[in-house]
């Protein structure tokens, strides 16, 4: 196929050097463009173009239905644009016009097949299928102009895209991420809008709002302008002179470290503090929800993180904790209320999640790999099914559920609203922090990594797998089970429905996005995956299209998660890491001996 | 006395007869050596003692007691280590941690002892660590300072060997059975491995039953060798005695072969 281009392209110098490598495959330009038209004629079908089209992201010129629909050819435009990979031993080829060239290329595919998709629908009433394909759609796609001078301006647009996406690859390295970084946090502030705006309230700065966003919504030019030279000057700045914080913290003696880490302590505590408190109800309440969900994704990552065991019915421990809590708290409980406080049932309940996860343990003792997950994916179900089952109506309340459940409180103090909530939320969640880093570095804790790593040898090796199998599944439940506590007693009611299938996938999703088996990255992917849904609540509809492209994405290009634990990127680099297997002891032993402050790298 | 007994060992898998009527016995402190050619059921032997595969009939005593129907994890407990044919580490645990779980038999803590870290858990903690140090520096060089945290997959496949037996030796055995332990080595890995096969007897006292295919190996430490064809065994005896029996070289070279040479 590089031939073939080469032909069409003689504008190229004379190649002296035989070992240059081809330049950028115009043909494949043009495919990637025809990929472009189809994923931007069907985010237009499924109405993400149409429906964005009212959130305004730098007013007035852009609004986040055209960002989302331009991004298509510009990202087609940059993959097309980019240079071939090179081979060993040769040069590459210099970058300039073609790459430009073959960006545009893209984007006039993109261009020309969301041309057919907007005649179509503008010709043919196919609402009966894509109900999206509406005259709404149209009138978005051709900018509120004629059919003939919209489609042309269309095309246009995208074949500009798409040439700014192929220059991209241009820009000198020492330009491009900057640049990027800079489009990037504009882009990202201008959709946490209400985030911000919310922030900025709380802290009593309503004039800084007003430079920055428009009052009919949307960031302003001016504060556009503002946020991207700042980033820009900031990312070359931070480019030149990277900040070696680990290494400077590692360089101090053991009493200064001590200190610094009582200031993090106290400074994080005191953040923890004023959180809710400037962010207000709102806020609160999708941070809350995070919390929630972190507290679950922290109990998953013993399961499958730490002890390997593909658990897609987590969501039964969450709900075991939730009606536990409603039944020995409300007074609305059916059967049996013995109307505790909160923090009084809460040790029944983490024993009741115990004994659940015993029971769903036990049965799956001699079971590995998919046969675990989807034999743990119908008990997930099963707990749903059995409350909201007659057989147990009188105890659960079927589909009625509990309602009354009484808030907990502190002391004197009342927990009753999302703000105050937030705080026994992240007492847990700090609790179960500690536990899995505890566990992490224990006897228990290599068990289970041996286990994950190889049963067969593990078990060999004197490991029991019966006892670390169920207490990885006990662990697991009792985190879950707090935060089913908290849940109920937060929402003040539990429903069966509340604890279906898709909480054992979002937790799963949680921790496969942030990284498994690192804490930081699991709070990471909490916030990813479930707060930035509800902050923007334009591309709630689209979750779980999101989730699924997220995932793929991550599959493909970070599998190690955005926060990875060390160990999961050598893991899932291994090919790459691990060609030193075929080294003599000799070789390896002179390799290593003289870098032995930095042993991996030899391996490269 | 003999550590381990065998009377009348019988496996099949299917219609295959893998071990059909095994009788042997390693007493305390020898090094004996099984050989046989391929698929003479050698593996699926240690694999039955080890608990990995159930015994279908006959008895296996170790130290007096019987093995049948325990866990493979009670067997190592009971103070039988052993080493697999095609090295099975926990490549993503670091150098130590991959030592330190074979101690998981030998410690106590728990969940509670380890989320509050209980004085007794630390201490344990670290002995456990000093324990595996110590084993790890029983090969030299090769396994101690940085190499420590490194993860098992970098290292070399003669140090991949080498942290098998270091795994064996941490669980506090008795008895080591060792699969093909210089298979895939080159000479000089195979001559000082040799060496530290006895030194294993001779300064940790261990008792060692190993496969082996490398006949200097075999030669060069073993007290007693067993051949076994077809999950029979077929000759018993020293290196001398097996090495002539005709038997053992027809089992290797076919029965034309014999004939022809006689």
Redesign the interface.
């Known amino acids: 196929m590089a031939q073939a281009t080469e032909a069409t392209a003689p504008a190229k110098p004379g190649d002296a050097s035989p070992s240059m490598a081809a330049g950028v495959d115009l043909a494949k330009a043009a495919r990637l463009g025809l990929i472009g038209g189809a994923t931007a004629s069907f985010l237009s079908a499924i109405g993400m173009v149409t429906s964005f089209d009212s959130r305004m992201l730098i007013d007035p010129y852009i609004t986040l239905g055209y960002a989302v629909l331009f991004l298509v050819p510009f990202a087609f435009g940059y993959l097309a644009g980019r240079p071939p990979i090179l081979l060993e031993g040769q040069l590459p080829a210099p970058v300039g016009l073609r790459n430009v060239t073959a960006g545009a290329i893209a984007g006039l595919g993109t261009g020309l097949l969301l041309a057919v998709t907007v005649l179509i629908a503008a010709n043919f009433d196919l609402r009966a299928v894509f109900v999206n394909l509406s005259p709404a759609m149209v009138e978005t796609l051709t900018f509120g102009q004629s059919l003939g001078v919209g489609i042309a301006l269309l095309i246009a647009g995208c074949i500009v895209f798409g040439a700014l996406g192929g220059a991209v690859n241009v820009i000198s390295s020492r330009w491009r991420a900057p640049i990027m970084t800079g489009l990037l946090w504009v882009f990202t502030l201008a959709l946490l809008e209400d985030l911000l705006s919310q922030l900025f309230r709380g802290l009593n700065l309503d004039s800084l709002i007003r430079v920055f966003y428009a009052p009919g919504g949307g960031m302003t030019a001016l504060g556009a302008a503002i946020i991207f030279v700042i980033v820009l000057a900031l990312a070359m700045w931070l480019k030149r002179r990277p900040p070696q914080v680990r290494q400077k913290f590692e360089a101090l003696n053991k009493s200064e470290r001590q200190r610094w880490v009582a200031i993090g302590i106290g400074l994080t505590a005191v953040l923890l503090y004023l959180i809710p408190i400037v962010m207000g109800g709102f806020m609160s309440e999708i941070l809350d929800l995070v919390g929630i969900y972190l507290l679950m994704a922290l109990g998953l990552n013993i399961v499958v993180g730490f002890a390997g065991l593909l658990d897609l019915g987590y969501v039964a421990f969450f709900a075991v904790g939730a009606y536990m809590t409603a039944v020995l708290t409300s007074p609305g409980s059916p059967a049996f209320a013995p109307e505790l406080t909160f923090w009084a049932a809460l040790p029944f309940v983490v024993l009741a999640a115990a004994v659940a996860g015993l029971f769903v343990g036990t049965p799956v003792l001699r079971m590995r790999g998919d046969y675990l997950a989807i034999v743990t994916l119908g008990f997930g179900e099963i707990a749903r099914i059995l409350f909201l089952s007659d057989w147990f109506k009188p105890v659960f309340g079927g589909a009625q559920g509990i309602t009354q459940i009484p808030t907990p409180s502190i002391g004197p103090f009342e927990i009753n609203n999302p703000q105050t909530f937030f705080y026994p939320i992240m007492f847990m969640v700090i609790i179960a922090a500690y536990i899995s880093w505890a566990l992490s570095r224990s006897r228990i804790g290599r068990a289970w990594n041996a286990m994950r790593e190889d049963e067969t040898v593990a078990e060999a090796l004197g490991v029991n797998i019966v006892t670390a199998k169920l207490s990885a599944f006990v662990v697991g439940a009792a985190l879950a089970s707090f935060a089913g506590a908290l849940f109920a007693s937060k929402v003040g009611a539990v429903f069966p429905n509340s604890f279906s299938i898709v909480v054992s996938i979002i937790v799963l999703v949680i921790i496969i996005v942030g990284g498994m088996g690192n804490l930081a990255g699991v709070a990471v992917g909490a916030l990813v995956i479930v707060g930035l849904p509800q902050l923007l609540r334009e591309f709630d509809e689209y979750r779980f299209l999101l989730y699924g492209a997220l995932l793929i994405f991550m599959m493909l290009n970070k599998p190690e998660g955005l926060i990875p634990s060390r160990r999961r990127v050598a893991e899932l680099h291994q090919e790459e890491m691990g060609q030193d297997a075929w080294m003599g002891p000799e070789q390896q032993e002179q390799t290593t001996v003289d870098s032995t402050a930095s042993p991996v790298t030899t391996t490269s | 006395m003999a550590l381990l007994e065998i009377h009348d060992l019988k496996k099949t898998f299917g219609g295959l007869k893998a071990i059909e009527g095994l009788d042997l016995h390693v007493d305390e402190g020898e090094i004996v050596s099984i050989i046989g050619p391929n698929g003479a059921g050698k593996t699926t032997l240690f694999n039955l003692i ?3 595969f159930p015994v279908d009939e006959g008895e296996i005593l170790f130290d007096g007691r019987t093995l049948k129907g325990l ?3 009670d067997i ?2 009971l103070g039988l ?2 080493t ?1 044919q095609n090295v ?6 670091t150098v130590l ?1 991959n030592v ?8 106590r ?3 509670f002892s ?2 509050f ?1 209980t004085r007794r ?1 630390r201490q ?2 670290a002995e ?1 660590k000093a324990k595996a140090e110590e084993i790890l520096g029983f090969f030299g060089s ?1 396994l101690v ?3 420590f945290d ?2 098992a ?7 991949r060997r080498r942290l098998e037996i270091a ?2 030796m941490a ?1 506090d055995p008795k008895m080591i059975l060792l699969d093909e332990p210089t298979a895939g080595m ?1 000479p000089r ?1 195979t001559v000082e491995l040799t060496e530290l096969i006895g030194k294993l007897r001779d300064d940790h006292g261990f008792t060692i039953c190993m496969i082996e295919h490398d006949m200097q190996v075999v030669r060069g430490v073993s007290d007693r060798v067993i051949c076994l064809d077809y999950g029979r065994k077929i000759a018993e005896g020293t290196y001398q005695e097996v090495a002539t029996n005709e038997q053992v070289i027809e089992a290797y070279l076919g029965r034309k072969a014999t004939e022809a040479a006689s």
């Not at chain 2, 099975?88 to 645990?93: E, K, Q």
């Not at chain 2, 330190?100 to 410690?107: G, I, L, Q, S």
């Open positions: 080890s608990g990995l866990f493979p994890n190592t407990e280590a052993r697999f099975r580490l926990f490549p993503n645990m941690e330190m779980v074979a101690r998981h038999c030998r410690t803590s728990g969940i380890s989320i870290r858990f344990e903690e456990t090769r300072g940085y190499r490194q993860p997959f970098v290292l070399s496949y003669a140090n795994r064996a669980t080159n890995e």
